[in-house]
T-cell receptor
Framework: GEDVEQSLFLSVREGDSSVINCTYT??????LYWYKQEPGAGLQLLTY?????DMKQDQRLTVLLNKKDKHLSLRIADTQTGDSAIYFC?????????????FGSGTRLLVRP | DGGITQSPKYLFRKEGQNVTLSCEQN?????MYWYRQDPGQGLRLIYY???????QKGDIAEGYSVSREKKESFPLTVTSAQKNPTAFYLC???????????FGPGTRLLVL
């Protein structure tokens, strides 16, 4: 089945690291994604990882992929108040000649000053 | 300035009324998608199109219709058959045959 699970809420102090976790079900997904949504806005593509990679680092963001456990995480170093948002994990799933994204319910990150 | 635009930002629908949400992109993407987002939930796929004059139903197409007459445009009509239309609607686009999708700013639809 199609299911992506995320914890609902995370609160961290400014300057600390944040770790947002996600589990997915489709082992054939080629790419896994992290999107950020600020209040009332669309989704901003933050980063993605190819399924044959274990880790990807992009400035303050580190993505870890454990394909055996179907577990994905996003670590934000030196978290700032501007990082407060909802973070969505998504896996890609093939449909006919196209792909769709299966999203988790989102993790709301609150950064306390 | 390349990107995806959606209009209007807010839309109000009366009972029995059809309303149309606009989505335009100038990224030269072949594929376009419509998703619905309800509070506290992820996004669900309504319709998608890989090429002009062709589109397919997604997971929750009932009560919606689309057209794809131009590569740049993929309007979504919420018909009176959609009994629970209040939601945040997001349009996305991407390169044909590739998985990454880029999103517009969204339209919030409210029922009067």
């Amino acid at each position: 089945g199609e299911d992506v699970e995320q914890s609902l809420f995370l609160s961290v102090r400014e300057g600390d690291s944040s770790v947002i976790n996600c589990t997915y079900t489709d082992s054939s997904s080629t790419y896994l994604y992290w999107y950020k949504q600020e209040p009332g806005a669309g989704l901003q593509l933050l980063t993605y990882i190819f399924s044959n990679m274990d880790m990807k680092q992009d400035q303050r963001l580190t993505v870890l992929l454990n394909k055996k456990d179907k577990h994905l995480s996003l670590r934000i170093a030196d978290t700032q108040t501007g990082d407060s948002a909802i973070y969505f994990c998504a896996e890609s799933m093939r449909m006919d000649s196209s792909y769709k994204l299966i999203f988790g319910s989102g993790t709301r990150l609150l950064v306390r000053p | 300035d390349g990107g995806i635009t959606q209009s209007p930002k807010y839309l109000f629908r009366k009972e029995g009324q059809n309303v149309t949400l606009s989505c335009e992109q100038n990224l030269n993407h072949d594929a376009m998608y419509w998703y619905r987002q309800d509070p506290g939930q992820g996004l669900r796929l309504i319709y998608y199109s890989q090429i002009v004059n062709d589109f397919q139903k997604g997971d929750i197409a009932e009560g919606y219709s689309v057209s794809r007459e131009k590569k740049e445009s993929f309007p979504l009509t919420v018909t009176s058959a959609q009994k629970n239309p209040t939601a945040f609607y997001l349009c996305a686009s991407g390169l044909a045959g590739q998985e990454t999708q880029y999103f517009g700013p969204g339209t919030r639809l409210l029922v009067l």
